[in-house]
């Protein structure tokens, strides 16, 4: 391999492999440009919604895979269908609503119907009016339509693909992978809070930074301070091969009085903080194991939690080079009972942008963005636990920082 790779049409270079990136990855146009075309439209799985979310046949949910909307919908003999959210005659969006239920799909501009496979059926007056005007005679409605999607599921997660090559979903999460969101995803799922994030920061420093076990027990005050993860607790990370995917698990409470964050001089470990609720935390083992946390990053956008029983999805949707969407999908299951589905929605209050934990990353990817803006050319150094993406028993390393970026260069060829 070359020192330096110089990517098409980019006057930027990065160096050979995956402990340097450079800062210019999350500021250039052209980079976000090539990610559409070769990640989101590539032979990459993509969260689309639930299964339980579309139910009935007609149940839609419309969604993006990067700057591409698309509807996922329910059609008939229980078939899930997913095609991109555009007439394929001037470009209109052929659904708008979040979500409904619908016979068809029908273009508000120009009237052109499309079925629940995303199949052209009619086009308003093809035939003209009183023998003038109309489409011409060699027009055929099956010539035309919206791009469709593959559409497979796991754990009541539906996923989709734009490449008809791309590996099945099983084979690209990998089996290690698969069995972790099985592990949490294990029964019918409820849908009990949603809400979308702005972030002002550049959509790969989040998938980043929910790889980035180094970071978790120093950023976060409420972690340390209340022992959720230390890095003194069991765990560590899971890596797939090809470094796409990740899962990182903190094991058990961290019961023991030590000082190695003060010993450090670390902020988040502080005494002085207490919870005027203790239940707060008052967590229950519904796994069938002592993992406290699990979060299971797969590439490119798509994050599973499970945070004591909080459990949620998280969706990355590009807005620009220094801006993203965070879509939050909090969950619970059907056969929760009461008291269950209220510690899900107290303990939901640990995430999210006002989250005890995760505040602190709603501001932090924006530190990075305006900290490098001037130091395109400089690079960020990723050697945490030394410089390859394997699965580690520590969650002191920034090894699944360096699988995402493995992966990255794969699909962008750079």
Known sequence: MPDTIPPTGSPHSWPAGIDRVPFWLYQDPDILRAEQRKIFEGPAWHYLCLEVEIENTGDYRTTQIGDMPIVVVRGENGAIHAFENRCAHRGALIAFENKGNAKDFTCAYHAWRYDLRGNLCSVAFQRGVGGKGGMPEDFRLSD???????????????????????????????????????????????????????????????????????????????????????????????????????????????????????????????????????????????????????????????????????????????????????????????????????RRLRQGNLAGPAGFVSMEDGCIGGFVQRGVLAAPEEQGIVEMGGRDATSMATRATEASVRGFWKKYRAMMEL
């Open 144 to 342: 035309h339509g919206p791009r469709k999607l593959r559409a497979e599921s796991i754990g009541g997660l539906v996923f989709g693909t734009l490449d008809p090559a791309a590996p099945s979903l099983e084979d690209y999460l990998t089996p290690p992978i698969a069995a972790k969101i099985r592990r949490v995803f294990n029964r019918k799922l409820e849908v009990i809070g949603r809400f979308t994030q702005t972030l002002p920061n550049n959509w790969k420093l989040y998938a980043e930074n929910i790889r980035d076990t180094y970071h978790a027990s120093l950023l976060h005050l409420f972690f340390t301070t209340f022992r959720i993860t230390r890095f003194n607790q069991a765990g560590g990370v899971t890596i797939s091969e090809d470094g796409a995917h990740h899962a990182s698990a903190t094991i058990g409470r961290n019961e023991v009085s030590d000082d190695v964050y003060k010993q450090q001089g670390i902020r988040s470990d502080n005494d002085e903080f207490r919870l005027h609720d203790p239940s707060f935390l008052d967590a229950v083992a519904e796994f069938g194991d002592d993992i406290q946390l699990q979060n299971v990053a797969l590439f490119p956008a798509t994050m599973l939690q499970q945070l004591h029983n909080s459990i949620a999805v998280r969706q990355t949707v590009p807005r620009g080079t220094e801006e993203m969407d965070l879509n939050w999908t909090f969950l619970g299951f059907a056969d929760d009972t009461p008291e269950m589905r209220r």
